[in-house]
């Protein structure tokens, strides 16, 4: 039997096969695994140990914060507290950066989505956490939100799936790679090597609750999804999680789009570019697929603030360029 392929040689290999792929980053993204296991073990045991429900307070963006929204908050600031390398972290949890070491030496910055699909977590379903690692421009200066909205560079990035299995991909530029937690061993062992994603369908994830205060044109895009035609794939196959992570990650294995679109609610979008976005869109296109606002490809956007929100769409490539089309077009 072929030997298991552990996250941390995996790491090791990309560091000989390309000299961007630095030990620093190769710690901060073993570090990231491993506190995706202390959030894992969390989920599964939270009904047990009193980490299900509210915990009265909302998050920047007003959404009601869950007991494990807190608690993988926690798990990945600590995570990164000690690590020397981490100058400061960007949060959804976190109002403001927490900054850590800006004034010195560390390289890099975090920014974390440490609980998406918070809606999922009293009722078992999938949740994930999304993250990525920014090389500083400004090492030892403090003006940290000025960098990541300017010139502070990504250089990986990746999300963790909490699903029947616990799943860490990521890429950081060479590929996208996927690893499962093999819970008894305690290490992400590699399952899925450079993930393709397929060019399109046969799945679209979307709120369809809110597809009343989506524009005409997007409205559209919606309805030519579901008209029947065996020759383009169509009708295609709703499938809609509630966790934008478990929906990304059935796109870049078998196709299709996710779209969270502006509507009445959220004129602007509601998921956040920095730590939600951004991050998917690096690891989607890595894999072949694509991610845009529906007018702008994402990875060409800079957030204008912490908690910036654009409209999304992200998944398979020609499924997203269709989505541009009719986002670009005019008319009721
Ligand atoms: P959180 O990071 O706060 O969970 O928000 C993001 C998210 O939950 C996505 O994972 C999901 O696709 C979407 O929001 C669900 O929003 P809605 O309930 O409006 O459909």
Redesign the pocket.
């Known amino acids: 039997m072929k030997a298991a392929v552990t996250l941390d040689r995996y790491l090791a290999s990309e560091e000989r096969l390309n000299e961007l792929s630095t030990s620093g980053l190769s710690e901060l993204i073993l570090q990231m695994a491993f506190a995706a296991k202390i959030v894992a073990r969390e989920i599964r045991r939270a009904a047990l140990v009193g980490k299900l429900g509210l915990v009265g307070e909302r998050n920047p963006t007003g ?1 009601a914060q869950k007991k494990l929204d807190l608690f993988a908050n926690e798990v990945v600031i600590d995570a990164f507290g000690e690590s020397g390398l981490v100058a400061a972290i960007a949060s ?1 949890e976190l109002e403001e950066l927490r900054t850590i070491d800006c004034g010195g030496d560390a390289s890099y910055l975090l920014c974390a ?1 440490p609980l ?4 999922n977590t009293d009722v078992n379903g999938a949740v994930g956490t999304i993250f990525s690692f920014y090389g500083r421009s400004r090492t030892g200066t403090c003006a940290v939100e000025d960098e990541l909205r300017h010139d502070a560079e990504l250089l990986a990035a990746g999300y963790v799936l909490y699903g029947p299995s616990t799943m860490f991909v990521y890429s950081r530029g060479q590929g996208a790679n996927g690893f499962t937690l093999d819970h008894d061993v305690g290490e992400f062992l590699l399952s899925h090597e450079a993930i393709r994603c397929p060019a399109r369908g046969p799945y679209y994830s979307a ?1 369809l609750g809110r597809y009343h205060g989506w524009p005409a044109n997007v409205q559209r895009f919606a309805d030519h999804l579901i008209e029947r035609d065996t020759a383009s794939g169509r009708p295609y196959s709703l499938r809609y999680t ?4 478990a ?1 990304l990650h059935r796109s870049l294995l078998e196709g299709g789009i996710y779209l ?1 679109p502006a509507d009445e609610a959220h004129p602007n979008g ?2 956040r570019l920095l730590y ?1 976005c951004t991050p998917l869109a690096f690891v989607a296109e890595q894999a072949g697929g694509r991610a845009s606002s529906g007018r702008r490809r994402i990875l060409e956007l800079r957030p204008q603030s912490l908690h910036h929100t654009v409209p999304f769409a992200v998944g398979s490539r020609e499924d997203v360029e269709l989505y541009e089309k009719f986002a670009a077009s005019r008319g009721p």
């Open positions: 959404d959804e989505d998406d699909g918070s809606s709120n509630g966790a934008l992570v929906d969270y509601k998921l939600e």
